[in-house]
């Protein structure tokens, strides 16, 4: 984000989401977005596990 940031010639005062004419890609939205690309896949490997154990146990038992 710091990258684009400069790349896009933003000032520094700008990012904070209160400075009038910040934009709202480099700002806490898009923080959130890259946070939730990032952190999303390994939740849902894990809760696909966890579905395909509860899944093989249930097929375990009589």
Known sequence: M???S???GTRVDALCGAMQGSSALFG???MYLLMA???LPPWV???YAA???AR???R???
């Open 28 to 30: 806490m939205t898009a």
């Open 6 to 8: 400069v790349l896009a």
């Open 2 to 4: 710091a990258l684009g």
């Open 37 to 39: 690309v990032f952190h």
């Open 56 to 58: 093989t146990a249930a």
């Open 60 to 62: 375990a038992c009589p």
């Open 51 to 53: 579905r395909r154990a």
């Open 45 to 47: 490997r894990l809760l």
